[in-house]
């Protein structure tokens, strides 16, 4: 069996009711963007094709989604370590069946995260110029953000345990806060937040809005960025490999 509708149903609801999965990824990213986005003064300000709740709001939707991806698959590589897999076995379901039940699941919290921080922004004065702006910004943070899906798998596979889960998801928000993410950087730290795995992907999620401009005036060039996520989905890949490896030396 390719995919089982009751396994992905008791999947969504199993983290419904995980108050860690909540928090991380619905609650924090739309209650940054009210703290930092909505309530301040300068959230009606322009920003490049909109105004600047516009641009935290991008941000804290790619922040929630790169959380979600992250978290949930570290927690199917753990379960996978220990032995939920085997008794899948004795299931209908592949094991392809239940890595697709975990990436759908995934996909779906990261774009209920995406939809809850957009809802916050549309109903708290975020703009921009044309409505297409909404739809890309959603398309490219939702598209790209499955990129740490192999950080979650890399980090579950490599790692032991239940701290495995909590060091992908808190690594995301360390990676935040040095990627310019959670406030814009300037200087020596936005010469180093380049090279972070977070700060390719956000920038090219402002994309629409900003083509590029930051905050202190500079432009990042297309290309820059693009070469940001590949470079850290090629690392990504290689952890996971490592992981692997890793996890069948211990078996």
């Known amino acids: 069996m390719l995919l089982s509708s009751t396994m992905l149903r008791i999947e969504a609801v199993r983290q419904l009711r995980n108050p860690y999965t909540l928090a991380f990824t619905l609650a924090m990213p739309v209650a940054m963007y009210l703290l930092f986005g909505a309530s301040m003064s300068y959230g009606k300000l322009s920003a490049g094709h909109g105004n600047v709740a516009f641009y935290v709001m991008t941000s804290m939707a790619a922040y929630g989604t790169a959380v979600a991806m992250s978290s949930l698959t570290s927690l199917a590589a753990t379960e996978a370590k220990q032995g939920w897999g085997r008794q899948l076995a004795m299931s209908p379901l592949s094991t392809t069946g239940y890595a697709l039940t975990k990436l759908l699941t995934a996909v ?35 598209g790209l953000g499955l990129i740490y899906g192999l950080w979650g798998l890399g980090v579950g596979l490599f790692f032991n345990g239940d701290s495995a889960t909590a060091l992908a ?64 989905v090629v690392l990504f890949a290689l952890l996971v490999m490592a992981g692997a490896k890793r996890s069948r030396a211990r078996q």
């Open 108 to 142: 779906s919290y990261a774009a209920l995260s995406v939809l809850a921080v957009f809802f916050a922004g549309l109903v708290t004065g975020a703009e921009a110029a044309e409505a297409w702006r909404w739809f890309a910004t959603a398309g490219i943070v939702l």
């Open 169 to 232: 998801s808190i690594s995301m928000t360390f990676f935040a806060f040095f990627g310019n993410v959670f406030m814009p950087l300037d200087g020596v730290m936005l010469d180093i937040a380049r090279f972070t795995p977070l700060y390719g992907f956000v920038a090219l999620c402002r994309w629409p809005l900003t083509e590029g401009r930051l905050t202190t005036g500079q432009t990042d060039q297309l290309w820059m960025l693009v070469l940001n996520v590949a470079v850290w």
